[in-house]
């Protein structure tokens, strides 16, 4: 998987939204809705559009130049790319500031249970959460996306009800011991279950994933251990943050 800390000073931070407000001469609210969209990291509009909730057909418009956008549609599209409203609709730079540290919108997906084997289910699009994603993580925005904790596993660090931020694991770089993962087991049955667990190896090289929880009934399992009914078993995603609301 791509590198997942991005070690961009501040200062690089503020000259981002610098050349997103300020450096690039864009003549009309089609090209800097483009631009913007770019620099926040969408490869495409129709990308940027379904993670926004947006009709995908009236934001291409947009972009185009086929439609112009109200202001109403603009402070929606300022907010999602983090840039002032002003800029996108005007060109002209807004007294209020962009905070340099925020990162993307990503999506709650799903949840993920501590504790127990639970089937894996994505939610409905329509019914997706949005949370503010990391600003310090260097990963593509396809790959990042969030789950919500339940049960008791991993209460001492992930309490039930707790967003985990996720990277897609592709596999291609070793995963240092310590770290959170997800993991995902295939039953012959055809049906996936996920995890969450922290990911350690010991000094044998045996890689066991280990709850964090108050119940000590909670027990460490060994990767590629065998069990019946079960045909395959894969990290699928790295836990780059943590969101606990307060109550």
């Not at 019946?228 to 995603?237: N, R």
Request: with cysteine.
């Amino acid at each position: 998987m791509p590198a997942i800390v991005h070690n961009a000073s501040p200062k690089r931070k503020c000259q981002m939204h610098y050349d997103v407000m300020h450096t690039e001469k864009m003549i009309n609210p089609a090209e800097r809705l483009r631009s913007a969209r770019q620099k926040a990291g969408y490869d495409s509009a129709k990308s940027a559009a379904e993670a926004m909730g947006v009709p995908v057909a009236t934001y291409i418009q947009h972009e185009n130049g086929v439609r112009g956008f109200p202001a109403t549609r603009a402070e929606r599209y300022a907010k999602f790319f983090r840039v002032p409203p002003e800029w996108l609709l005007y060109g002209q730079p807004s007294l209020k500031t962009v905070g340099p540290g925020l990162g993307p919108l990503l999506s709650i997906k799903g949840s993920v249970a501590a504790g127990v084997w639970q089937a894996a289910q994505q939610l409905d699009e329509n019914e997706w959460q949005t949370f503010t994603g990391s600003p310090d993580v260097d990963a593509p925005l396809r790959d990042r996306y969030g789950v919500r904790v339940e049960g008791q596993s991993m209460d001492l660090v992930y309490p039930p009800g707790t967003i985990l931020e996720c990277v897609r694991y592709w596999g291609r770089e070793p995963i240092a011991s310590g770290r959170r993962v997800i993991v995902q087991r295939l039953r012959d049955n055809g049906e996936y279950e996920t995890t969450v667990k922290e990911y350690v190896e010991g000094a044998d090289g045996v890689v066991w994933f280990v709850p964090r929880s108050s119940d000590p009934s909670f027990q460490a399992f060994r990767f590629g251990q065998v069990e019946p009914g079960i045909s395959a078993a894969e990290i699928v995603a790295i836990v780059v943050a943590s969101i606990r609301y307060e109550t």
